[in-house]
């Protein structure tokens, strides 16, 4: 099954430490990409977030981006009495000593190291649940990428049916294809039909008609679209192996339009690199 690289994923998360907002969007990339947006206090949570991408993605530019935002509930201030008392007993032995020395006020109390504890949400938890929020994001954007993939893959399909086409109505020309090259050559040689030899003559149309003969390339074409569709069915990746496969089309297209000696047939080579060019777009947002 092909998996488009374009989907987007967005999950929140409520709790009394506050709230989460997870989102993941990706888009084609030759390879896999990641970026990642992520509160200061919640850094450390990249490399597992990083190393999950790894194992279950492929290709694609991939941006997570989190949002915290912590409770002002879950905000308290708390003063460490032990602290406190440690340092009034200092203060007591400095003021002891130098009698004249002033006194600090309350805030200045406070603001002393250890003093106070100013305590936000427990980030074991928000940290646990961001984990669990970036895994269900990620399961919907690979679901996401999923059936984005399935569309590409009917639209792909599409045009091999037309492309099939084509090669049935080259392979129908060919009877006419051959005559019309036969007819060129006598007539290009009637000038100096007098002094070609029979046998040179014949070994000229002979020539020419397997020059003029497309059927190993509509063979090949069949078997591309053959394995183009093979690998539509298969599971992992397989955009690298379908962008192969457009060239192998691609070129066989090519050298049909070089042998056409029939407007018809210039048509049908046409009409074969505009469905390749077509797919060959698609295929580039596939995994």
């Known amino acids: 099954m092909a998996h488009s690289m374009t989907a987007?994923?967005?999950l929140g998360?409520?709790?009394?430490?506050?709230?989460?907002?997870?989102?993941?969007?990706?888009?084609n990339q030759r390879y896999l990409d990641p970026h990642f947006r992520l509160p200061e206090s919640l850094r450390d949570l990249e490399p597992p977030f990083r190393e999950a991408l790894r194992s279950?993605?492929?290709?694609?530019?991939?941006?997570?981006?989190?949002?915290?935002?912590?409770?002002?509930?879950?905000?308290?201030?708390?003063?460490?009495?032990?602290?406190?008392?440690?340092?009034a007993a200092a203060l007591v032995e400095v003021r002891g000593v130098v009698s004249e020395a002033p006194m600090p006020d309350?805030?200045?109390?406070?603001?002393?190291?250890?003093?106070?504890?100013?305590?936000?949400?427990?980030?074991?938890?928000v940290k646990a649940e961001a984990t669990a929020l970036f895994h269900a994001a990620l399961d919907d954007l690979i679901a996401g990428r999923a059936r984005e993939g399935d569309k590409l893959a009917v639209l792909i399909r599409e045009r091999l049916v037309a492309v099939n086409a084509q090669v049935a109505e080259v392979r129908r020309l060919m009877p006419e294809i051959l005559e019309r090259q036969r007819a060129q050559l006598l007539?290009?040689?009637?000038?100096?039909?007098?002094?070609?030899?029979?046998?040179?003559?014949?070994?000229?149309?002979?020539?020419?008609?397997?020059?003029?003969d497309v059927d190993e390339e509509l063979d090949r074409l069949a078997t591309h679209v053959g394995e183009v569709e093979r690998q539509l069915g298969q599971k992992g990746p397989v955009g690298?192996?379908?962008?192969?496969?457009?060239?192998?089309?691609?070129?066989?297209?090519?050298?049909?339009?070089?042998?056409?000696?029939?407007?018809?047939?210039?048509?049908?080579?046409?009409?074969?690199?505009v469905l390749i060019e077509q797919m060959r777009e698609q295929i580039q947002n596939i995994e």
């Open 56 to 87: 279950r993605l492929a290709r694609g530019k991939v941006e997570c981006t989190l949002r915290f935002e912590p409770a002002s509930s879950a905000a308290t201030l708390a003063v460490s009495r032990e602290r406190l008392e440690a340092l």
């Open 240 to 273: 690298r192996r379908l962008d192969f496969l457009m060239q192998e089309l691609n070129r066989e297209a090519n050298t049909l339009s070089s042998k056409a000696v029939v407007a018809s047939t210039t048509r049908c080579a046409v009409e074969l690199k």
């Open 187 to 212: 007539e290009r040689l009637e000038a100096v039909k007098a002094d070609l030899e029979p046998q040179r003559l014949e070994a000229e149309l002979v020539l020419l008609a397997h020059k003029a």
């Open 106 to 125: 309350a805030l200045a109390l406070l603001d002393h190291p250890g003093v106070l504890d100013a305590r936000g949400p427990d980030l074991e938890t």
């Open 13 to 27: 998360r409520e709790a009394d430490w506050g709230s989460l907002q997870l989102e993941l969007r990706s888009v």
């Open 8 to 10: 987007f994923a967005r």
